[in-house]
């Protein structure tokens, strides 16, 4: 989204999740460097710190946005058209390429009973719609009161309904009794999904945060006395989920409360820094990679997936297209380590050169 008065530092921040999101996702082996993998269970690594942020930055936006919707008069229009259109393109993206082939290599229409309902994409819209609508009727004061009561009742539902185990919490629980297994993500083992509706409670206050962020940047301008508010909020959100992980632990799964204060506090540092380097310091000369990512940031994400489902669905004898690129250009030279990493550069970087080819041809895909 193109957008009046906004600050380049906002901007840069979701190019940079953008493109460290394409590179967790492009991982063609799991042997590479923990910090781009995720946290088995309770626990946290760098990736863990991706999708939250992404929330985070939705929520920046929206500190542009909501106003002018509101003001016009189309804020149901916009908010609901905003979230059906993301919210189906996230279900497509799971269906894609829409058949299956079976052992004796018939192709077959893969059913809507076995497509995965929630996820990435669909976590996104849900939060972004309930983060609106909440902002719309309690203001910011009110959201952040929400934000509060939020995070306390999810660790009693959880409490309540579950244990915080993989196979017993109530996330599944209530996914299970709604959906059923067939429509779960089952890359843990066992049908769960880490975007499950239960943990999207949590998940809409990171984009409560990221609002009030944008709110506070815009009313307070880029300056010294702003950053070291940021920083000292972040320190303190950082400091309470250490706390709170003694008794709630920290697990990306479940987007327990305590991720949230942690993601969110560790946000807030980032746009901290990002703003004195870019805002305050003016030093813009290498912004401009993270730029792309940020122009189309939807489009540059759903290319990326499309092209990791795509590479996985055409075989290569015995293996996906995608793994043999990775076991025969990567891997012999680089290693293991190194050429999963290096090959999912790759991938980030391809992405990147469409979006520079859309950013100079002045192509902007907006929702």
Known sequence: MELKNRFLSLDVFRGMDVALMIVVNSLPSSTTYSPLLHAEWDGFTLTDLVFPT????????MSFTQARYEASG???KKALKRTLIIFLLGYLMYWFPFVRQNEAGEVYWMPFSDTRVFGVLQRIALCYFFASVILHFLKLNGALWFSVIALIAYRFLLSAFGDLTLPGNAVLKLDLWLLGSSHLYTGDGIPFDPEGLLSTLPAIVNVIAGYATGMYLQRNGPNYETIAKLLMAGAVLVVA???WDLLFPINKKLWTSPYVLLTVGIDLAVISVLVFIIDIAQR?????FF?????????IYLLSELFIISFYAIPVGDQSLFSWIYETLYRPWAGEYNGSAFCALSLMLICWSVGYWMDKKKIYVKV
């Open 241 to 243: 989920a250490l706390w």
């Open 74 to 76: 189309d804020f149901w």
């Open 291 to 299: 730029e792309v990512f940020g122009r189309n940031t939807l489009f």
């Open 284 to 288: 813009k000369r290498w912004t401009y």
């Open 54 to 61: 992404f929330l985070f930055v939705v929520g920046n936006s």
